[in-house]
């Protein structure tokens, strides 16, 4: 059974930088398509970005040009870079397979953008 672990989540000033990192632990990394996702007070979850197993990625638009997914199959990590934060930007981030069935959720990291 796949566990995910994330981190990386702390406050942040508006048009500063974040690195989330995702650590995978069970099943087999390298052949999984990742995504992060995230939600915010009082919203429903929502994809945010992923990356296949090949390396191709895909971002949603209230993202694009702003965050970077990774992966590092070696380390079983998955990571997102984050720069230009908006305050529209604060949610508990997760990250899960995309475009497969989900493992279990971890808790998440919290990201906070507030001056």
């Known amino acids: 059974q796949v566990q995910l672990v994330e981190s990386g989540g702390d406050l942040v000033q508006p048009g500063g930088s974040l690195r989330l990192s995702c650590a995978a632990s069970?099943?087999?990394?390298?052949?999984?398509?990742f995504g992060w996702y995230r939600q915010a007070p009082g919203k429903t979850r929502e994809f945010i970005a992923g990356i296949a197993r090949g390396g191709g990625t895909k971002y949603a638009n209230s993202v694009k040009d702003r965050f970077t997914i990774s992966r590092n199959n070696a380390m079983k990590t998955l990571y997102l870079q984050m720069n230009s934060l908006k305050p529209e930007d604060t949610a508990i981030y997760y990250c899960?397979?995309?475009?497969?069935?989900?493992?279990?959720w971890g808790q998440g990291t919290q990201v906070t953008v507030s001056s």
């Open positions: 899960n397979c995309w475009a497969c069935a989900a493992f279990p």
């Open positions: 069970g099943g087999i990394f390298s052949s999984t398509s």
